[in-house]
C-alpha cells in the first residue's frame, strides 16, 4: 500500500532500533501524515489476518509499534527526531 517506505522497511529489519509503546509528540501536520500511513496499514491488516491471529488483543499494537519506527526511519531527515529514555538504567 505504500512502497514507498519499503526501503525504510527494510533497514529497519536489518537494525536494532524501535520506537516502542506508541508515544510520540509531534506537530499536527506530521501527527496527520503519521496517521494515514499507520491506519492505512492497520486497517489493510486488521481485514486480512482477523481470524488467522492467536493475539487478536494486542497484535495491532505490536505491529503498530513496528510501524512507528519504519516511519521514523523513513522521515529522518524531514523532522527533527528525539529519542527520550523515560527508565534509568539499573545497576
Known sequence: ???EYLDSFIEYENQHFICAYN?????????DEYCEFLFGVLT???SFY???YDRRDRYLGFL????????IIKN????VNAIVKLIPEMK
Open 44 to 46: 489493510e491488516i486488521e
Open 76 to 79: 529522518r531527515d524531514r523532522y
Open 23 to 31: 508515544m510520540s509528540i509531534m506537530r499536527r501536520e506530521i501527527f
Open 1 to 3: 500500500k505504500y512502497p
Open 64 to 71: 503498530a509499534e513496528n510501524l512507528t519506527s519504519v516511519f
Open 50 to 52: 482477523i481470524n488467522l
